[in-house]
């Protein structure tokens, strides 16, 4: 797969990441977005390491979208335990 296909299934990703997980989130569309491409780079490569599954095979490989969605729903849990409540704070 190319870059251009991470990217894409990584936005993809991260709108399903919000579908799943609604809330306000500190970093808006901009963060959700990059934290969905980020995630789906971490559950692609989980998934070649631990799960022996290929990823360089098939965009279409459901396996694959999974393991980008739950990297997705995992940083972006991540983000909000971290970040969430920044604004509220003095």
Do not use: C, Q
Not at 44 to 67: H, N, Q, T
């Amino acid at each position: 797969m190319s870059i251009v296909s991470w990217i894409v299934l990584g936005l993809i990703a991260g709108v399903v990441a919000k579908v799943l997980l609604p809330g306000r989130d500190p970093g808006g569309l901009l963060g959700t977005t990059l934290i969905g491409i980020a995630g789906a780079f971490i559950g692609g490569w989980l998934s070649s390491e631990y799960l022996d599954r290929p990823i360089d095979k098939d965009f279409y490989d459901p396996a694959l979208w999974v393991a980008a969605v739950a990297g997705s729903l995992i940083l972006l849990i991540a983000y909000r335990i971290l970040f969430g409540h920044s604004r509220d704070r003095r």
